[in-house]
T-cell receptor
Framework: DQQVKQNSPSLSVQEGRISILNCDYT??????FLWYKKYPAEGPTFLIS?????DKNEDGRFTVFLNKSAKHLSLHIVPSQPGDSAVYFC?????????FGKGTSLLVTP | ETGVTQTPRHLVMGMTNKKSLKCEQH?????MYWYKQSAKKPLELMFV???????ENNSVPSRFSPECPNSSHLFLHLHTLQPEDSALYLC??????????????FGEGSWLTVV
């Protein structure tokens, strides 16, 4: 049973606009959340994280929002750039286990 | 360069072969992981090692055998694999083996094809 879900397999956004990637989780015990970016033939690269004691964390063009009551996580990329085109994985967990979503493929078009 | 190096990057092996995947981390971390990524599935945790001790085995078949001789090196020994074991195997490391406040850094992966 999947505990972390990314319901949109793909997203297409114009360069300069906002990209919003969504993630839902089912386990209320999760206390740490991360986003990873993955290019083809490479391993996932860490982007940004957030602890359950916060509801927002910002790093440059990337902002992660956490809504604990809705068990929902989102990643905002502003402004989107063509180099942001990749697969984005949401991850959540506690203890020793980090659970990943299936990923959302983002395409940023010029 | 992620600080986590995996070799080989690509491996083709027969079902009766024995081979090993190697991982080395240069980040001074104490925890190392093996993850598996199959097509159209999320990343699956296989094993966690914390200070060379295995702290998690996520119901992985015994045809996969991990070895962690020290905090910087991790191996995955493979024997009598099945074609459905073909996948991308990712090594990762972090400061500690627990999730909270702890970022996991991945290697570039080893693509395994079992024929």
């Amino acid at each position: 049973d999947q505990q972390v879900k990314q319901n949109s397999p793909s997203l297409s956004v114009q360069e300069g606009r906002i990209s919003i990637l969504n993630c839902d989780y089912t386990n209320s015990m999760f206390d740490y959340f991360l986003w990873y970016k993955k290019y083809p033939a490479e391993g996932p690269t860490f982007l940004i994280s957030i602890s359950s004691i916060k509801d927002k964390n910002e790093d440059g063009r990337f902002t992660v929002f956490l809504n604990k009551s809705a068990k929902h996580l989102s990643l905002h990329i502003v402004p989107s750039q063509p180099g942001d085109s990749a697969v984005y994985f949401c991850a959540a967990g506690s203890g020793y286990a980090l659970n990943f979503g299936k990923g959302t493929s983002l395409l940023v078009t010029p | 360069e992620t600080g986590v190096t995996q070799t080989p990057r690509h491996l083709v092996m027969g079902m009766t072969n024995k081979k090993s995947l190697k991982c080395e981390q240069h980040l001074g971390h104490n925890a190392m992981y093996w993850y598996k990524q199959s097509a159209k599935k999320p990343l699956e945790l296989m094993f966690v090692y914390n200070f060379k001790e295995q702290t998690e085995n996520n119901s992985v078949p015994s045809r996969f055998s991990p070895e962690c001789p020290n905090s910087s090196h991790l191996f995955l020994h493979l024997h009598t694999l099945q074609p459905e074991d073909s996948a991308l195997y990712l090594c990762a490391s972090s400061h500690a083996g627990t999730v909270s406040g702890n970022t996991i850094y991945f290697g570039e992966g080893s693509w395994l094809t079992v024929v």
